[in-house]
């Protein structure tokens, strides 16, 4: 289960799926839930298997999203998967990923980017640990691909605009 029987997505079909994403974490804001979207691509790059908004803190877009997928689709196939995603997995997010097989990710703003626009927010206390090393400390090569500087703007904008108008002062 290391290896890729298909190629990475196309810029194209990243930029196309990353805004996808995005348009989910624009639905969780309108819910006054936090910004985050996130989206299960299958082997084709351009069939959307699930989407999934931010529920909680401790209910990532990501994390539910790999959770539902590993109880319906068989690990070998999600192993050829692309999880694209807003903002770069929290380390709690990657392990998830890791754990449901979900052989790639492909993000559009880091982590690093978030923990500046929402500050020492309590609601999201960033962790400062990227999810490249989360997964370099596994046994599989998941592929990452990220961050997407093409569509980090349209994300960041988002996030901005929440975190300010969340501010926990």
Request: include cysteine; proline fraction near 6%.
């Amino acid at each position: 289960m290391t290896a890729f029987t298909n190629p990475d997505p196309t810029p194209a079909q990243m930029l196309a799926h990353l805004r996808r994403a995005n348009e989910v974490a624009r639905r969780a804001m309108s819910l006054g839930r936090h910004p985050f979207g996130a989206i299960l691509v299958a082997p084709d790059h351009e069939t959307v298997l699930a989407e999934q908004r931010n529920v909680d803190s401790v209910n990532h877009a990501e994390s539910v999203l790999a959770r539902s997928a590993a109880q319906n689709f068989a690990p070998d196939y999600l192993w050829q998967c692309t999880l694209v995603t807003t903002v770069e997995p929290c380390c709690m997010c990657a392990a998830t990923q890791y754990w449901a097989n979900i052989g790639r990710v492909v993000y559009g703003m880091t982590e690093e980017r978030l923990l500046e626009l929402t500050g020492n927010h309590a609601e999201n206390p960033t962790m400062s640990l990227p999810c490249r090393e989360v997964f370099a400390r596994g046994q599989k090569a998941v592929r990452v691909i990220g961050p997407v500087a093409e569509v980090e703007a349209e994300i960041a904008a988002l996030h901005a605009g929440f975190w300010r108008a969340h501010h926990a002062d």
